[in-house]
């Protein structure tokens, strides 16, 4: 140990982690991979999902690794049969309430499906006990479509649109228990809402909940092609921030633009502008 970083051990590998940083943190940096969904790299932990727990040695319940700061001497097993049946669990939660059939961590490029494959996730065994949600699609412009079939209340959209990046507060978790949704102030439709479109809380949603219309009409008419995509890196052109842009390209066409969430000027975030003011390039969009 020394004053910057602390030593923990994970699955009986010894790994030093940066003081404040996490659990989740040191499994990343031993190859260790580990499941997330409400986790964002520029978001503020949540800690609502609970797809990411480990068993940390001398502690009664299970811990989010996403958000526990490791500490001197931690033991933290990710594999145990305690984390794996927990996991499990909550996948099967999850999915059996909503549709999680997009669901990735957005920030790693990797599918839930795969750990619900891995964990042998099964929601169907629940039968009809749990209510799958059928909200209604909510396409109230031309930058985005909300469908809300498909939301876990991860809180990242919150987030986004708060404290941690744009600071409008245009959403907000409304209701409780099973009527908890996310909503505008008074359930307004965007357009008449504080919204000003950044589409950042589009851009940090795991599930496709929220999505660019771009890409929701290219899945829709089953030509959403990821394998087929290249992306292109450049600065916008609008003002003299430099934000980077992430030009996502099919076909020879912009089909949505992000920005790295490790980037030092963006962290992920861009204004409407950056984000959607891309159809000059190729005005027949
Ligand atoms: S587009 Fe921007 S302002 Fe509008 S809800 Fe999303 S994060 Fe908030
Ligand atoms: S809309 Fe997306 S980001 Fe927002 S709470 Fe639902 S799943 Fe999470
Ligand atoms: S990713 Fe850790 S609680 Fe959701």
Request: aromatic residues 6%; proline residues 4%; glycine residues 8%.
């Amino acid at each position: 140990m020394n004053n910057s970083s602390v030593t923990i051990t994970i699955d009986g590998e010894t790994v030093e982690v940066d003081v404040g940083r996490t659990i989740l943190d040191g499994c990343r940096s031993a190859g260790v991979d580990t499941p997330t969904l409400c986790h964002g790299d520029n978001l503020t932990p949540s800690n609502v999902c609970r797809v990411c727990v480990v068993e940390v040695e001398g502690s009664r319940t299970l811990v989010p690794s996403c958000s526990r700061p490791a500490e001197e001497g931690m033991v933290v097993a990710t594999d145990s049969e305690r984390v794996r049946h927990s996991r499990k669990m909550v996948l099967e939660f999850l999915g059996s309430a909503v549709d999680v059939s997009q669901a990735r961590d957005v920030d790693h490029d990797s599918d839930l499906s795969v750990w619900s494959d891995h964990y042998g996730a099964d929601p169907t065994r629940y039968g009809d006990q749990v209510a799958k949600s059928s909200a209604p699609l909510k396409r109230e412009d031309d930058l985005y479509v909300r469908d809300y079939d498909k939301c876990v209340l991860c809180y990242k959209c919150v987030e986004a649109c708060g404290d941690d990046a744009q600071h409008t507060f245009a959403i907000a978790v409304s209701g409780r228990g099973f009527d908890a949704h996310i909503s505008t102030e008074f359930d307004a439709a965007l357009p008449d809402s504080a919204c000003v479109y950044c589409g950042n809380c589009v851009a940090v949603c795991p599930t496709g909940a929220l999505q660019f219309t771009t890409e929701f009409d290219l899945r829709k008419a089953a030509d959403w092609r990821p394998e087929d995509q290249h992306v292109a890196r450049t600065v916008c052109s609008y003002c003299g921030v430099g934000c980077n842009l992430e030009l996502h390209v099919q076909d020879n066409t912009i089909v949505k633009v992000t920005s790295p969430s490790d980037h030092d000027v963006t962290s992920g975030m861009l204004c409407i502008k950056g984000r959607f003011g891309w159809q000059y390039v190729q005005p027949r969009f």
